[in-house]
């Protein structure tokens, strides 16, 4: 009974393998990229590259100057001293 080896309705059956010949979800890009807000800005909206790499996360260093909540969104206005907002 504990030692049998044939099938018997568990999770990891052969068919229920990924079905090949199918179309493959493109991955998001799951790096963490230290970037100036100019960067940023330059972006458009489709995607997030820097240096022709493909940018997951950002992290922002800079001094937060100006803080505004509003009824669906914070928008932080941040100086990262590079001559820019």
Known sequence: MWNDQGGGGGFNTPGSQ??????????????????????????????????????????????????SNEATKSVYTLKDQNGTN
């Open 18 to 67: 990924t079905p090949g010949g199918g179309e493959k979800k493109r991955t998001r890009a799951q790096n963490l990229v230290p970037v100036t807000i100019s960067s940023v800005l330059e972006c458009t909206e489709e995607s997030l590259s820097i240096e022709g790499l493909e940018v997951g996360m950002v992290c922002l260093l800079g001094k937060v100057v100006s803080i």
